[in-house]
């Protein structure tokens, strides 16, 4: 009776799992192949976990009371298998992760799109980050943006990175995008932005005492409305909001200086 209670349970556990594990629609090109990854795995996890689960609860009730209890005999079939059923799943899970590591747009370096030419359609957009904060500079303009990080969405983006100071990470969760940043050497991250909306970058790598604030939002527009927003850009002129090396970066790094300098700054 309590068996079948227990397993009831472990059933409704398991079934809540899988209901709010769910991922919602991705966002980007790279955030879809990060969350099949991760779907993939759990339908391998979930019936491994359910197995286990249910021969301890079978031994526990099983062997409760057990007052003679007897040492196991050697079943080298049995060994063998589980080794080798272990085996299998280790390399099932490796590959699949070596195959999204490796997709152009979570890996493009290593994926080689940087020689094959597969980069050369995507847009470029040109970010250099510093203590604390970015300047994203558009292709074939002379647009800049600080505070924001403007994309058209179901475009190809490389990101080419350059940091003015220190280590910075460029950090876009809902995008499936992380990449370090190196002073004196070009980093460059990829993606397509699948689903227009806000959404938020962060710096992930502590890079002094401003850090907690290295952060920008990202807006991804439809492709008429990211032209007509460069258009008004290029227009009027207010383009340049910040310079890197300018005012604003020699604030104190003191947090209230620092945040009036970036409110001050125009949007
Ligand atoms: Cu830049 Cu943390």
Sequence with gaps: MRLSRAL???????????????????????????DE???????VALPLTLFVELMLVYAIYRFHNNDDPKPTIDDPALEVTWT??????????????????ANPYISPAAAGATDSGEMANDMEVDVLTYQWGYEFSYPNSNVT??????????????FRLRSSDVIHSFYIPDF?????????????????????????????????????????????????????????QRGS?????????GVNNT???????????????PA
């Design 8 to 34: 009831s349970w472990l059933c409704v556990l398991t079934l809540g799992v899988v209901v709010f594990s769910t991922p919602a629609a991705a966002q980007s090109v790279n955030r879809a192949a990060i």
């Design 37 to 43: 990854l991760n779907e993939q795995l759990l339908y």
């Design 84 to 101: 080798a059923a272990t085996g299998a799943i280790l390399v099932f899970v490796g590959v699949s992760g070596f195959f999204v590591l």
């Design 145 to 158: 943006t600080s505070e924001t990080l403007y994309l058209p969405n179901n475009t190809d983006v490389t």
């Design 176 to 232: 499936g995008v992380k990449q370090d940043i190196f002073p004196g050497q070009e980093t460059v991250a990829r993606t397509q932005p699948t689903e227009t909306g806000t959404y938020r970058l962060y710096c992930a790598e502590l890079c002094g005492s401003g850090h907690a604030r290295m952060q920008a939002d990202v807006v991804v527009l439809n492709q008429s409305e990211y032209d007509s927003w460069l258009d008004e």
């Design 237 to 245: 002129g207010a383009n340049n909001t910040t310079t890197p090396d």
């Design 251 to 265: 604030t104190t790094p003191d947090g209230a200086n620092a945040t009036a300098a970036s409110v001050a700054r």
